[in-house]
């Protein structure tokens, strides 16, 4: 079956509309606050999502009734591709994690008086939202299986007992997506369930910031605590027990959007270390003629390219009904990698330059480098894409 990985022509359009508005409005606001999204505020929060709907580029991703595009994940490859140009473009287009995976969810999962309580709000900007799983060992991580935070039935609704970290946007989040085992023991892979939590609901504490290499994300990266948390029947998101199976719902197609908006970022890493490669002479030479550093920037565009060509046939298969497991796996893995070493290839052309304050090229690097463990550690994709290529092998 052929695989056509073009754009149609309004996507194109949205795409270079996208690019302006990041590099116009973003960017001086990134430049500003260094990259680190809490010196910014909620203010700039505010204040960069109303000028992406002044702009028509705001929520590319969701249904037209929510407010948005309805791009399908190819269309999204191009426009997130463009809005990660900048540390705050997917924020400011409202296509950060972990919203965009959340609305994505809730989308497909969720009834339709959940959509108008939780996704309609988040999708015009007006709540943030998180998603917890991760618990601490031995509990949920890269194998979701250990998940041991637990609820039980209560009359009129559930109880939920467990402690969550690394739970991306927690504070300040209007609401969370909490993953709790329902029936069987850790290690079982089936019995979790995903729960709506209000974040006014007493049994739920933002514990702490952890301090992580990454700042560019509003509400950080945070341990929360359930206990006796207790919400009602209409908490339950889909059905129960079906917690596993939703989570590929959301896993794969964020997986990717990770990449799409990873790549920007290479992609603005590698222009900075162009332009210094042009203009800086040394040795009676451009830095460019030399043939050390002609092969890092050809490196980088090897990568860059590659990356893109993974992420677009994950999407293509996923815009198919296709579980794409292998390919998301696969293009996740390399893409991981690959942002990193653009990141630091273009540290490395512009020397002292790079690793100071002056460019953001350090604060790229401290951001890309988590990619490699979150959604899915490098390692963990490796053993599952060669898992699977040895059952084929076997059949």
């Known amino acids: 079956m052929a695989v056509d990985l073009s754009h149609v022509p309004h996507v194109v359009e949205l795409a270079e509309r996208t690019a302006a508005f990041v590099r116009e409005v973003v960017v001086p606001e990134e430049e500003r606050h260094d990259g680190v999204a809490a010196r910014g505020g909620e203010a700039m929060r505010v204040r960069l999502q ?11 991703h969701v249904a037209a009734e929510y407010g948005g595009q309805a791009l399908d994940m190819r269309g999204r490859a191009a426009v997130f591709e463009e809005a990660g140009w900048s540390l705050f473009g997917p924020l400011a287009l409202n296509v950060a994690a972990p ?19 939780y996704l309609r709000p988040l999708a015009l900007g007006e709540i943030r939202s998180c998603f917890a799983m991760t ?18 039935r209560v009359p009129g609704g559930w109880r939920i007992d467990g402690r ?9 989040a209007a609401f969370a997506i909490c993953m709790a085992r329902t029936s069987g023991e ?19 504490k933002v514990v702490r910031h952890i301090d992580t290499l990454d700042e560019s994300l509003y509400g950080g990266h945070c341990e929360v605590d359930f206990d006796g948390c207790v919400v009602p029947d209409e908490a339950v998101l889909g059905e129960v027990d079906q917690g596993y199976d939703y989570a590929q719902v959301r896993l794969g197609p964020a997986r990717m959007t990770h990449c799409m908006r990873w790549l ?18 040394l040795f009676g030479s451009r830095l460019g003629d030399l043939g050390m550093v002609q092969g890092m920037i050809a490196d980088s565009e090897i990568d860059m390219a590659a990356a893109r060509a993974l992420t677009l046939q994950a999407c293509w298969e996923l815009d198919k009904g296709h579980s794409a497991s292998q390919s998301t796996s696969i293009a996740k893995a390399f893409t991981a990698e690959a942002v990193w070493r653009v990141v630091d290839r273009a540290l490395q052309v512009c020397g002292a330059l790079g690793v100071s304050g002056d460019v953001l090229l350090s ?7 988590p990619f490699r463990v979150y959604d899915g550690p490098t390692e963990t994709h490796r053993w ?3 898992r699977r290529a040895l059952r084929t092998a076997t059949r």
Request: glycine share 10%; proline share 6%.
């Open 186 to 204: 850790p290690g079982d892979r089936g019995g979790a369930t995903m729960f709506l939590v209000d974040a006014d609901n007493p049994g739920m």
């Open 384 to 386: 599952a894409i060669a």
């Open 135 to 152: 618990e601490p060992a031995p509990g949920a991580g890269s194998d979701p299986a250990a998940l041991s935070t637990r609820a039980v």
């Open 264 to 281: 920007g970022i290479a992609r603005r890493a590698q222009e900075i270390a162009l332009a210094r490669a042009a203009e800086r002479r």
């Open 164 to 172: 969550k970290w690394f739970i991306t946007g927690a504070d300040g």
């Open 99 to 117: 919203d965009e995976g959340n609305m994505h969810l809730l989308e497909f999962v969720a009834s339709r008086a959940q959509k108008e309580r």
């Open 50 to 60: 109303a000028a992406a709907k002044q702009a028509g580029v705001f929520a590319p």
């Open 363 to 369: 604060r790229f690097l401290r951001e890309v480098r």
